[in-house]
């Protein structure tokens, strides 16, 4: 700022170090000010000379981008919850303390200091003092209050999780790089509540954006495409081919990065734990403690009846009524932390919110927050979507096979199928958290039996479990296979009775999505067994790789369902199996010492498991505070049992224990994953230490 000799105000400090290290912001940003609201911050005025006899100083605040709501700061301790200021005067300095209420909108804000005279009139105007306010769960009067320091630490400042994903039988992990406070990513979340719908429809939206419940609403609608300018387009089949399969991603970044530079196009493409991850990503940065939640064998019930009804042909195929009910292997969406002053007493805590685009929540592709605890009591009368959630984490699983005739026969009921291993990434470590009993009571006990009632919806259905062939039990047998193998699966027909049987056995396999989508038959076999009483039918699915890898889908899952029908009796028994087939490791190694700013080298090898070559082969690495997403090609094929290894050299740019993630991809084998830790430090030189 000019230092004009008549001025009293020559220059400002908004002193962002000393406030950003105290709000907790600085690993956002070390030179602009960013403030958490209800806790005070100071900002430095150097004057030319005193104030003269009788002048004061007036502050005003405009909020937002377009300045349109004003703010006047009050001189002492205001009620109600406004904004006020303390100023002090020492020597040439002037020092002014600001305090904004536990409520106050969050986001952008421009501050003016006017010297004004005795009269009233403005003699001199400052208005380049520009600073972000977020929301603030370390402060008990905000909203989104955590008392909890250990929990903050996991669900504001960590930048690295682990999302669970794979089936209730074999849990698998993926790591994730969320990178809150990677460059910029505060001012693309700040963008994406602007580009929201009622945004720019301007009702009343900046007045609500101190409102966490609000905020976390626009969040769910605005990180998916559907019905406005959001962040991710989702797809659940392939091809991908105009854009990015939905398993190549291994961070948030990346996703809004792109999403900002081309102007809020969607991103393609997301699937549910990219669509909770970067959720997850955009409410930490926003300051509400958020963590990402993987329910196993969840339901999509679409008419709200409790009841997931699957229906197959007589060759066991899916039939396809257009939208209809249907289970997932996994599901993933996020909790938020916070108070609901908006609704009854006993609904704080956790509320689950879902950005992935299901069904239609007031006219728009979002769900929630709805309480954690609601969902558990069968409280659904609160807002938002709780039937919803319920049925995701409660419904009846029922299989029909609809006769050529039309008849419908019903060959399964399972009450107790949906709704599994309720995951999230612990607190204390990298192990798996099960949090379940958040959600739902013991099964078959009293109370959640009361919950069930008081859902309202239930009719018993009788279990035929255990009707149907009665004395004929199947199962389906398999180890973990590998994919590029092949494998055995066994099918075991065991006869309790007394008598013998003659029945027919159909075995088919199927390549699967997560979400239940059928890619394709692999192999079918059809087989009559004659079964003595006491005596068990063992029959062999030999699975080639040749013969899988045509079907297979991104998500390497081979469906099994195995059909057990006896001529004259009119129950068939069916059962199903969904078999991972896991992917080779990468192997990341980062040796030395890593030093904040000093130059570091990682090394990332892959050893090619399949009989074929693999082509187009290129390795995508990012890591919060150490890199941003970069790609390094493989040169020429990879042959099978060939390995290859690539280095890559990076400088840390943020202290701490950083996770360096690795993906790899090529024309037959993709999203292979791999990571490693790296703790950074300081190099301890007391010249250097100044300043960080």
């Known amino acids: 700022m000019a230092n004009h000799h008549n001025r009293v105000i020559t220059e400002v400090d908004v002193r962002s170090h000393e406030n950003n290290l105290a709000h907790r912001t600085r690993e956002i940003d070390r030179e602009r000010l960013i403030v958490r609201r209800g806790q005070p911050f100071s900002i430095t005025l150097q004057s030319s000379e005193p104030l003269p006899p009788k002048h004061y100083m007036e502050l005003v605040l405009h909020f937002g981008k377009r300045d349109k709501t004003m703010v006047k700061v009050q001189r002492e301790r205001g009620t ?3 904004w006020w200021f303390v100023q002090q005067e020492v020597q040439d300095e002037i020092l002014l303390t600001l305090h904004s209420p536990a409520d106050a909108l969050i986001g952008q804000y421009s501050l003016v200091v006017l010297v004004m005279s005795p009269e009233g009139h403005i003699k001199e105007k400052t208005d380049k003092i520009k600073f972000h306010l977020l929301f603030n769960p370390w402060c008990k009067d905000d909203e989104v209050y955590l ?4 929990l903050l630490q996991e669900y504001i400042m960590n930048e690295n999780g682990v999302i669970y994903m794979g089936s209730k039988d074999y849990i698998d992990t993926r790591d994730w790089s969320y990178g809150q406070f990677e460059d910029y990513v505060m001012d693309i979340c700040l963008e994406i509540l602007d580009n929201s719908n009622e945004a720019l429809k301007n009702h009343q939206d900046s007045e609500s954006r101190g409102d966490p419940v609000y905020i976390c609403r626009i969040i769910s609608a605005m990180i998916n495409s559907n019905g406005d300018r959001g962040v991710l387009s989702g797809r659940w089949q392939e091809p991908y081919t105009d854009g990015v399969s939905p398993s190549h991603w291994t961070g948030s970044v990346p996703i809004l990065q792109q999403w900002s530079k081309s102007g809020a196009r969607a991103v393609k493409y997301g699937q549910c734990w990219v669509f909770a991850a970067v959720a997850c990503t955009v409410l930490r940065c926003l300051g509400i403690p958020t963590r990402v939640i993987t329910n196993f064998n969840s339901a999509h019930d679409v008419d709200g009846n ?72 069968g409280n659904l009368s609160v807002k938002y979507d709780a039937p919803f959630i319920f049925a995701e984490v409660n419904a009846d699983m029922v299989e029909w096979i609809v006769r050529n005739d039309g008849h419908r026969q019903k060959v399964r009921v399972d009450e107790r199928y949906v709704g599994k291993y309720i995951s999230t990434k612990s607190v204390w470590g990298e192990h798996r958290e099960d949090v379940t009993q958040n959600y739902k009571y013991p099964e078959g006990s009293i109370k959640e039996r009361d919950a069930y009632n008081k859902a309202g919806q239930r009719t018993p259905v009788p279990n035929n479990e255990s009707t149907g062939l009665k004395n004929l039990q199947l199962s389906i047998k398999h180890t973990k296979p590998v994919f590029g193998t092949d494998f055995d699966v066994i099918i075991e027909v065991k006869n309790d009775g007394d008598k013998d049987v003659h029945a027919q056995l159909t075995v088919l396999a199927l390549a699967m999505t997560y979400n239940s989508i059928h890619q394709g038959e692999c192999q079918r076999q059809k087989v009559s067994i004659s079964l003595r009483a006491g005596r068990v039918h063992r029959q062999v699915l030999r699975l080639r790789y040749e013969d899988y890898v045509r079907c297979v889908s991104e998500h390497y899952l081979i469906g099994l369902k195995a059909f057990l029908e006896m001529p004259g009796e009119n129950e068939p028994i069916m059962k199903t199996a969904n078999i991972p087939l896991s992917k080779p490791e990468l192997l990341v190694q980062v040796p030395g010492k890593a030093v904040l700013f000093e130059q570091l080298t990682s090394i990332i090898s892959f050893t090619n498991p399949l009989s074929v070559p693999l082509k187009g082969g290129v390795f995508t690495v990012e890591g919060a505070g150490l890199l941003a997403a970069t790609e390094v090609p493989v040169k020429g094929d990879i042959a099978p049992g060939q390995k290859v290894s690539v280095k890559l050299s990076f400088s840390p740019v943020r202290t701490g224990v950083r996770k360096i993630l690795v993906d790899f991809d090529s024309d037959r084998l993709k999203d292979v994953k791999g990571v490693a830790a790296v703790v950074v430090r300081k190099r301890h030189n007391p010249l250097i230490m100044r300043y960080f």
């Open 80 to 82: 109600g919850g406004r």
């Open 147 to 150: 008392p909890d320091e250990s």
């Open 306 to 377: 409790l009841s997931i009804d699957v229906l197959y042909n007589e060759n066991l195929e899916r039939i396809d009524r257009g939208r209809q009910d249907s289970s997932w292997n996994f599901h993933c969406w996020v909790e938020s932390w916070m108070r609901r002053s908006d609704l009854p007493n006993g609904n704080d805590g956790w509320q689950v919110l879902d950005p992935t685009p299901q069904e239609l929540s007031e006219g728009t592709f979002c769900c929630g927050p709805c309480p954690v605890a609601a969902i558990k009591e």
